[in-house]
């Protein structure tokens, strides 16, 4: 069956960095582009960043520039570069298979001020 798994979160200081993960099972991975979301307590879950089957990238405004998005096809897993992270990028950060409603579970990060 379809699996995603995110993994990487943490807290971190305003300024600091951290890379997420999300490993992909149960299916072609590399046939598909995947979205990574993020939600806070009382909003709607925020798009923030695509890359395509082939590697094409889209980044939401406010993380163009801080965040990089990159694949591994061989390794089935999705990485997620986040740095110059600030308190607002708090969240929970989940990943999603493009055109599919596959979603991980999450993972938590946490940016201290």
């Known amino acids: 069956q379809v699996r995603l798994v995110e993994s990487g979160g943490g807290l971190v200081q305003a300024g600091g960095s951290l890379r997420l993960s999300c490993a992909a099972s149960?299916?072609?991975?590399?046939?598909?582009?995947v979205n990574w979301y993020r939600q806070t307590p009382g909003k709607q879950r925020e798009w923030v960043v695509y890359?395509?089957?082939?590697?094409?990238?889209r980044y939401a405004d406010s993380v163009k520039g801080r965040f990089t998005i990159s694949r591994d096809n061989a390794k089935n897993t999705v990485y997620l570069q986040m740095n110059s992270l600030k308190p607002e990028d708090t969240a929970v950060y989940y990943c999603?298979?493009?055109?599919?409603?596959?979603w991980g579970k999450g993972t938590v990060v946490t940016v201290s001020s």
């Open positions: 999603n298979i493009q055109g599919q409603g596959w």
């Open positions: 149960g299916f072609i991975f590399g046939n598909y582009g």
């Open positions: 890359i395509g089957s082939a590697g094409s990238t």
